[in-house]
Nanobody
């Protein structure tokens, strides 16, 4: 059974940090690029960061400099380290895996991140 399960979200004060994890199972994770998206209430879902199978990364301008995406293929997991969080970073963060050739996609259910004092 294919699954992507996010964890690590929660409530954090402005300026704080969180590390999100997305654990994959049921498919060969190393053949998939991985992405983090977020969706705030009343807003469109937006790409936050992605990392391809070779480890190359790309970041959205809105969070560049404050986030790091990484992957551990041995653990079938992709991470998103987020620092200097702002209230406007409040959103549901979801991960997606995309096959490097077929573009088959799998999505996780998301984890809530709330930045508030």
């Amino acid at each position: 059974q294919v699954q992507l399960v996010e964890s690590g979200g929660g409530l954090v004060q402005p300026g704080g940090s969180l590390r999100l994890s997305c654990a994959a199972s049921g498919f060969t994770f190393s053949n998939y690029g991985a992405s983090w998206y977020r969706q705030a209430p009343g807003k469109e879902r937006e790409l936050v960061a992605n990392i391809n199978t070779g480890g190359f990364t790309n970041y959205a301008d809105s969070m560049k400099g404050r986030i790091t995406i990484s992957r551990d293929n041995a653990k079938n997991t992709v991470y998103l380290q987020m620092n200097s969080l702002k209230p406007e970073d409040t959103a549901v963060y979801s991960c997606k895996a995309t096959h490097k050739w077929t573009e088959t996609e799998y999505w996780g259910q998301g984890t809530q991140v709330t930045v508030s004092s």
